[in-house]
């Protein structure tokens, strides 16, 4: 404690977004995490933010006509210009600092309701995973087992999902390719029986890549598959997920 007092009156925090000095346990001032934008009214299932929220059961036009393998999404902010700026530099230029900024976020606004047996990050092929020395899924998860009272870190299970092929990158895919560039890109490697799984990736972009996951953790038993990620893109969801 005392180590880390004396480091702050050495180092002030500073804001993640706008680096003025802050005076608080998370990296962020006030203005900036004002300017974060809340997904306020996500759908039921794959958490697209509702034009309507008071029609439709509470489900987008596209979970009205398609099932997914996962129960729903937990997302509580959209994938903004600040959020994209801070998860650009956690995930491409390495910046650790910010795993916790942006899991003690998830912590302070996510609504995930009943908590899972199993937290498993969505994994990154080999290769990938090798050029980046980390993946961002796995750090925030265990972040969140870390920091959460009522997760505890035998509950992470970050081997239990492998990734079968690098996905082609999925900027600049549309809707249907994206669908089919994560179909079989994951292999299962053991039982999840009975279990209820979170899987625990940074951005949900389509949903194709949760699709793809959560339906192999239902073929391995899984009762349950929610999806825990930092933000949703606002942009439609596919028919195929
Ligand atoms: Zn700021
Ligand atoms: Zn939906």
Request: net charge positive; hydrophobic share 40%; glycine share 10%.
């Amino acid at each position: 404690m005392l180590g880390r007092a004396l480091l702050n009156g050495l180092f002030p925090p500073t804001c993640q977004l706008c680096l003025q000095v802050v005076e608080r346990d998370i990296a962020l001032c006030r203005y900036c995490e004002r300017s974060l934008t809340h997904n306020h009214h996500p759908c039921a299932c794959c958490a697209l933010p509702l034009r309507d929220p008071h029609s439709g059961e509470g489900l987008c036009i596209a979970c009205q006509e398609a099932s997914f393998d996962f129960d729903r999404v937990v997302a509580p902010f959209l994938y903004d210009t600040a959020l994209a700026q801070m998860i650009g530099r956690w995930k491409y230029a390495g910046d650790h600092r910010l795993t916790p900024l942006l899991g003690d976020l998830w912590l302070s606004r996510a609504c995930p309701g009943p908590l899972p047996d199993l937290l498993v990050p969505v994994p990154l092929h080999w290769r990938r995973q090798l050029l980046r020395g980390f993946n961002q899924a796995e750090l925030l998860a265990r972040h969140l087992v870390t920091r959460h009272p009522r997760l505890q870190a035998r509950q992470l299970r970050p081997g239990l999902l492998t990734r079968q092929r690098a996905a082609r990158v999925q900027a600049g895919l549309g809707a249907s390719g994206r669908g089919e560039n994560a179909s079989g890109a994951f292999t299962l490697n053991g039982s999840c029986d009975n279990l209820h799984v979170a899987l625990v990736d940074d951005v949900c972009t389509t949903g194709a890549t949760a699709d793809a996951a959560s339906r192999l953790l239902r073929a391995g038993g899984a009762r349950a598959v929610d999806v825990w990620c930092l933000a949703r893109t606002p942009g439609p969801i596919p028919g195929i997920g």
